[in-house]
């Protein structure tokens, strides 16, 4: 299993301050969560942050970049090499109450206006889900501390739109090799990140970025999608970014930074959108030509296309001028990569992505225990029933799909820790995939076969020695005046003299 990542940006809001500042709320929740793993945590170091260079081969003018590519402004940079030394300098200092890089390797910090949790590095489809769910905990956590601290309380949402127009991100990142044309990877990898929705949406109700139509859709991030490719992550954008920023050693490695996804309380859906696009990447970077067959027409206007059919039967143009179903087109691929499936992770994921196009194609209800948008539209469909209208000839009319009680109910799907999500996964009505013991113990402990384990090794047993940490590096505080930087270029290793030494 390849390397991979997941970031989720969460809805929130005070319920008793519905006016509150989110970034002011944010910044104080990060500052719980700092309070919360006291002293276990560190800033941010953003040595390793080149958001302007395009995978295209361009760079960004950043007299021309929209404020939210511009993720580096501190001048901090480390030279290359495994370890370097430097004195401290005031131009980089990150406040601390916007980043927490915490003992699971992972970092929580302030995004605009919203809490992010990034997991860290892991290489598994199930790891993937385990500290997802150790990312909700973790912020569940910051939220009680938070209360605790100050005059108020926060809600937080595991959802990607706010129902008024704006739309937040759940990305994901895996790890690919550098040698496969970048044009040739996303013309074949599209129809799959347009098509697979039919499994990893989690629901929507309202059609249009205001939801300026009444209905259900079966994606939170279908309506804003503009574009096939661009460097963007909130303006026009993509179903495949461009951003060439790989965290790791430019000259090999690639880092495929996927934003059309949508944020899932389920966690078969988390496993199936990680584990599906990592086995569409193998394929691709062995150059299986069969996926030539499967490059659409138009990808933007089939996102939409994709979201808005519920039977899962429209079919959709493609390059060929032939056509073909958003489920027909995942069939195809699931064949595709049989072939690429090379331990028990591929296995459990073949495994699910084959039971659950089973159940979509003979009816999406049967599918309803492992399929967001389908365990979301179910619950709805029994609340429109039960505010039914009758006419005078008992002919009952649901409630329409305008109606603001399921708007409300759809954002209240998604609350951590009590929303109707988790209702339904505590009454068991939900694929478990990881167990509470498991996810507990991965809110304060990182992988153990990446470099995430050194990450997270040195602010859980080291941290008055880390000044700062980043995805390749972490800065330590040596000899006072001087920041000794320990590069972590290679994502899968997981062993490292310095630290290793330090952590015993």
């Known amino acids: 299993m390849r390397v991979v990542g997941i970031e989720t940006e969460y809805g929130i809001a005070d319920p008793n301050r519905p006016q509150a500042n989110p970034i002011l709320m944010s910044s104080r929740l990060v500052e719980a969560c700092r309070g919360w793993a006291d002293g276990h945590t560190t800033r941010w170091d953003y040595g390793g942050e080149d958001p302007l260079q395009d995978q295209r081969g361009e760079r960004r003018d950043r007299a021309t970049a929209s404020a939210d590519l511009l993720t580096d402004a501190h001048e901090y940079r480390p030279e290359d090499g495994a370890v370097t030394l430097r004195r401290r300098r005031g131009s980089w200092e990150d406040p601390a109450h916007l980043n927490a890089v915490l003992s699971n390797g992972a970092r929580f910090y302030v995004?605009?206006?919203?809490?992010?949790?990034?997991?860290?590095?892991?290489?598994?489809?199930?790891?993937?889900?385990l500290w997802d769910a150790a990312g909700d905990q973790i912020a569940l956590a910051a939220a009680a501390r938070y209360a605790e601290d100050e005059d108020g309380r926060v809600e937080l949402y595991k959802n990607n739109v706010d129902g008024k127009g704006?739309?937040?991100?759940?990305?994901?990142?895996?790890?690919?090799?550098?040698?496969?044309?970048?044009?040739?990877?996303?013309?074949?990898?599209?129809?799959?990140?347009?098509?697979?929705?039919?499994?990893?949406?989690?629901?929507?109700?309202?059609?249009?970025?205001?939801?300026?139509?009444?209905?259900?859709?079966?994606?939170?991030?279908?309506?804003?999608?503009?574009?096939?490719?661009?460097?963007?992550?909130?303006?026009?954008?993509p179903i495949v970014n461009t951003r060439d920023e790989p965290h790791a050693t430019r000259a090999r490695w690639r880092r495929l930074h996927v934003i059309i996804g949508d944020a899932n309380c389920l966690q078969v859906p988390v496993l199936l959108k990680v584990g599906t696009?990592?086995?569409?990447?193998?394929?691709?970077?062995?150059?299986?030509?069969?996926?030539?067959?499967?490059?659409?027409?138009?990808?933007?206007?089939?996102?939409?296309?994709?979201?808005?059919?519920?039977?899962?039967?429209?079919p959709l143009p493609l390059a060929s001028g032939e056509s073909a179903t958003a489920l027909e087109i995942q069939r195809a691929l699931l064949e595709i990569c049989r072939s690429y499936a090379s331990d028990a992770d591929d296995a459990l994921v073949i495994a699910r992505w084959e039971a659950v196009l089973e159940a979509l194609s003979r009816d999406p209800m049967e599918a309803a225990a492992d399929v967001e948008w389908v365990a979301k539209l179910r619950l709805l469909g029994r609340l429109r029933d039960k505010h039914a209208t009758v006419d005078a000839d008992g002919v009952a009319t649901p409630l329409a799909?305008?109606?603001?009680?399921?708007?409300?109910?759809?954002?209240?799907?998604?609350?951590?820790?009590?929303?109707?999500?988790?209702?339904?996964?505590?009454?068991?009505?939900?694929?478990?995939?990881?167990?509470?013991?498991?996810?507990?113990?991965?809110?304060?402990?990182?992988?153990?076969?990446?470099?995430?384990?050194?990450?997270?090794?040195?602010?859980?047993?080291?941290?008055?020695?880390?000044?700062?940490?980043?995805?390749?590096?972490?800065?330590?505080?040596?000899?006072?005046?001087?920041?000794?930087?320990?590069?972590?270029?290679?994502?899968?290793?997981?062993?490292?003299?310095?630290?290793?030494?330090?952590?015993?």
Do not use: C
Request: hydrophobic fraction near 45%; aromatic fraction near 6%; glycine fraction near 6%.
């Open 111 to 129: 995004d605009h206006a919203h809490p992010e949790y990034s997991g860290p590095e892991v290489r598994s489809a199930r790891d993937a889900v």
């Open 401 to 504: 799909w305008d109606a603001p009680l399921l708007s409300a109910i759809d954002v209240q799907w998604s609350r951590l820790g009590d929303g109707w999500a988790a209702r339904l996964a505590a009454a068991g009505q939900t694929t478990a995939l990881v167990d509470a013991a498991e996810v507990q113990a991965a809110v304060s402990r990182a992988p153990q076969d990446t470099r995430a384990r050194l990450r997270g090794g040195i602010v859980a047993r080291r941290p008055d020695l880390v000044d700062a940490a980043g995805w390749s590096s972490v800065v330590l505080d040596l000899e006072g005046d001087h920041l000794e930087v320990v590069h972590l270029d290679d994502p899968h290793r997981f062993s490292h003299p310095v630290l290793d030494q330090l952590m015993a």
């Open 166 to 237: 704006s739309s937040y991100g759940t990305h994901e990142n895996f790890l690919v090799e550098r040698s496969v044309d970048f044009a040739e990877l996303a013309s074949r990898l599209t129809a799959h990140l347009v098509t697979r929705q039919i499994f990893t949406g989690a629901g929507r109700v309202g059609l249009g970025q205001r939801s300026q139509e009444a209905g259900f859709q079966i994606s939170q991030r279908a309506d804003y999608m503009e574009a096939e490719l661009g460097l963007e992550t909130t303006l026009r954008r």
């Open 277 to 314: 696009t990592a086995l569409v990447l193998s394929a691709i970077e062995a150059e299986d030509e069969r996926l030539d067959a499967l490059v659409l027409a138009d990808p933007v206007g089939a996102v939409s296309q994709v979201s808005r059919d519920l039977t899962l039967r429209s």
